[in-house]
């Protein structure tokens, strides 16, 4: 259901990503492994357009865009279909846990406020915050943060969501907490992207996994045959060092 076709990007004249070429079906969970500086974030963002591919194609459903020359309205649909979880949470300061679960449904969705009230209530529910609906970002724990985050991309309903490295910024204590939160909507069917170095959650819960080295796809499978089987030697050095 998501095809990315030869998507490169280069920084200047570092090329990054590779002529990457990624199917993900639908209710797929998919996690990206790999070194720093693999391309791994570079890659996700290409997804939703937050960095514009050098190359190649995305497609969607039947959506499709010519990745490098892409009109403003395919950018846009493009980004209904997506929505990014940030390893810095992005949330709205000045807002409220509730309201920043709202801006999207108002602003993007044009559905009105009372309605993307119950909405956003009813999904920060769902991720464990029924008592923080008021509560202002600098009032909640980085778990309870990256939670609204997860929250307010759920609300959009995109077909996909991207997950880039959501419990990196977080104390090793709270990162429980969020990947139990991914987990079950993993189990609920919606398919996501996630780049993370928490292997357990890796093993657990992807249906594949790719690894990623030096801004191409070295080797992806089940989690079983790529942790216990791997075939490349670079995934091999790779799991050796971080398990
Ligand atoms: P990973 O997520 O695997 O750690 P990234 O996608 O963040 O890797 O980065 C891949 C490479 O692209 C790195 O060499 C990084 O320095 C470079 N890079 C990422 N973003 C930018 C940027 N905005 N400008 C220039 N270089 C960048």
Redesign the pocket.
């Known amino acids: 259901m998501i095809k990315l076709t030869n998507i490169s ?1 280069s ?2 004249r ?1 090329p ?2 590779k002529s990457i070429d990624l199917t993900v079906n639908k209710g797929e969970v998919v996690v ?1 492994l ?12 290409c997804v939703n357009y937050l ?1 514009k591919p050098s190359g190649g194609e995305i497609a969607i459903g039947d959506f499709r865009m010519n990745a490098e020359h892409a009109a403003k309205k395919d950018i846009h649909a493009l980004r209904q279909k997506t929505a990014m979880v940030f390893q810095q949470y992005n949330l709205f300061k000045h807002k409220t846990a509730i309201e920043n679960v709202m801006e999207g449904l108002v602003i993007v969705k044009k559905i009105p406020k009372d309605e993307a009230r119950k909405r956003s209530a009813a999904l920060l529910e769902k991720v464990g915050l029924a008592g923080k609906l008021d509560a202002y970002p600098s009032q909640l724990s980085g778990g309870q943060q990256q939670r609204v985050g997860i929250a307010r991309a759920l609300a959009l309903e995109p077909e996909v969501i991207l997950f ?2 959501p419990t990196s910024a977080l104390d090793p204590e709270l990162v429980g907490e969020v990947l139990e939160v991914i987990r079950k909507i993993a189990k609920e069917g919606i398919t996501m992207i996630v ?1 993370t170095h928490e292997m357990g959650f890796a093993r657990d819960v992807a249906n594949h996994v790719v690894f ?1 080295d030096g ?1 191409v796809i070295v080797e992806e499978g089940p989690p079983a045959q790529l942790f216990n089987h791997p075939r490349e030697e670079r995934t091999k050095q790779f799991l050796k060092r971080i398990t």
């Open positions: 990007k920084f200047g570092n990054v990503l990206i790999g070194p720093s500086g693999s391309g791994k974030t570079t890659l996700l963002r960095e880039d490295e780049v990623m801004g």
